[in-house]
Nanobody, 125 residues
Framework: QVQLVESGGGLVQAGGFLRLSCAASGRAFSTYAMGWFRQAPGKEREFVAAIRWSVGSTYYADSVKGRFTISRDIAKKTVYLQMNSLKPEDTAVYYC??????????????????WGQGTQVTVSS
């Protein structure tokens, strides 16, 4: 069993920035990738960004490309999401997720094995 704990959410004005963190803990486990998803009220959970754990390759949704940056600290088993130039439409609960092995790509929820509880990000106009 793997536990994922997100932190760093909050309320910011449009154009501002936040840095989200997600730490994985538990028994010894292997990680192929970690990712970030978000879900706004009345919307389905959508892909934001992912990073391959061993080599650091990154993937982004078109809506955040150029504004968000995903990174990881291997020793701390922690993934980060630097969010710049925030827009009101970025408002959502942000979830981190861990993929034990590659099978369904990085952009769908079905490809991930563990999920955090989520952290609220609110961007005011």
């Amino acid at each position: 069993q793997v536990q994922l704990v997100e932190s760093g959410g909050g309320l910011v004005q449009a154009g501002g920035f936040l840095r989200l963190s997600c730490a994985a803990s538990g028994r010894a486990f292997s990680t192929y990738a970690m990712g970030w998803f978000r879900q706004a009220p009345g919307k389905e959970r959508e892909f934001v960004a992912a990073i391959r754990w061993s080599v650091g390759s990154t993937y982004y949704a078109d809506s955040v490309k150029g504004r968000f940056t995903i990174s990881r600290d291997i020793a701390k088993k922690t993934v980060y999401l630097q969010m710049n130039s925030l827009k009101p439409e970025d408002t959502a609960v942000y979830y981190c997720a861990l993929q034990e092995s590659y099978r369904n790509g990085f952009g769908g929820t079905a490809g991930y094995d563990y999920w955090g509880q989520g952290t609220q990000v609110t961007v005011s106009s």
